[in-house]
C-alpha cells in the first residue's frame, strides 16, 4: 500500500543551523510529493510539492527534492529562523488516486534564538 | 482568489451532544472537499471527502457523519459526541486532482 514515513521529532535547532527533516514513501507508480506546514494554532499550508522524480520543490528557503531510487524527499533548508518553528508534514498523493493524500506523522521543529 | 473558512474555531462539547461543523470554500465552482481530523500529536487521518453536491465517501466507519447541501458548503456532524472524537478537524479544497489547500481548522475538545 502507499504510506510515507518521516524522521519523529521532536527536533530542536539553534538559529542559523542547516535542517534536514527526512522522508521516505512507499507507492506504487509515481506519486506526487508534498510538504505541508502548520504553525501553532493554524491549518496546514502547502509548502512545497514536486510531481515527477528528480524535480526539487522550493519554497520560503526550504527544498526538497525527489528521488525515486531511494523513494525520498527530504526537506532542507541551510539557515532556519525561529520563525520556522512549526510542524512539518511530508505526504503522498498516489497516481491511482490523486484526490487523496497520504499524510506522515508529521515533525516537531523548535528553533531557539 | 480562494478562500476557505471553518466555524467555529474552538468547540467544548460535553460527551453524548451532538456536533456541527462547517466549513465553505468562496472563489471557486465545484471544488473536492475534504475533512480530516488530527488526534494530539498524531498526523492527519481523511475522514471524508466529496466530489460533488450530494456525493460523499467515508474513509473510516466512525460515529461521525459528513454532508453537502451546497457546491460549496461541507458539514460534519455527530448525533452523539464520543470522548475519543476530540481533536482538531481541517477541512480542505481541491480542483480535480490538484494540490489541497486546507482551513483553519476547528479544536473541538468533547468533556
Known amino acids: 500500500g502507499n504510506s510515507v514515513t518521516q524522521m519523529e521529532g521532536p527536533v530542536t535547532l539553534s538559529e542559523e543551523a542547516f535542517l534536514t527533516i527526512n522522508c521516505t514513501y512507499t507507492?506504487?507508480?509515481?506519486?506526487?510529493l508534498f510538504w505541508y506546514v502548520q504553525y501553532p494554532g493554524e491549518g496546514l499550508q502547502l509548502l512545497l510539492k514536486a510531481t515527477k522524480a528528480d524535480d526539487k520543490g522550493s519554497n520560503k528557503g526550504f527544498e526538497a527534492t525527489y528521488r525515486k531510487e531511494t523513494t525520498s524527499f527530504h526537506l532542507e533548508k541551510g539557515s532556519v529562523q525561529v520563525s520556522d518553528s512549526a510542524v512539518y508534514f511530508c505526504a503522498l498523493t498516489p497516481y491511482s488516486s490523486a484526490s487523496k493524500i497520504i499524510f506522515g506523522s508529521g515533525t516537531r521543529l523548535s528553533i531557539r534564538p | 482568489s480562494q478562500t476557505i473558512h471553518q466555524w467555529p474555531a474552538t468547540l467544548v462539547q460535553p460527551v453524548g451532544s451532538p456536533l456541527s461543523l462547517e466549513c465553505t470554500v468562496e472563489g471557486t465552482s465545484n471544488p473536492n472537499l475534504y475533512w480530516y481530523r488530527q488526534a494530539a500529536g498524531r498526523g492527519l487521518q481523511l475522514l471524508f471527502y466529496?466530489?460533488?453536491?450530494?456525493?460523499i465517501s467515508s474513509e473510516v466507519p466512525q460515529n461521525l457523519s459528513a454532508s453537502r447541501p451546497q457546491d460549496r458548503q461541507f458539514i460534519l456532524s455527530s448525533k452523539k459526541l464520543l470522548l475519543s472524537d476530540s481533536g482538531f478537524y481541517l477541512c480542505?479544497?481541491?480542483?480535480?486532482?490538484?494540490?489541497?489547500?486546507f482551513g483553519p481548522g476547528t479544536r473541538l475538545l468533547v468533556l
Open positions: 466529496s466530489v460533488g453536491i450530494g456525493q
Open positions: 507507492a506504487t507508480g509515481y506519486p506526487s
Open positions: 480542505a479544497w481541491s480542483l480535480g486532482q490538484e494540490t489541497q489547500y
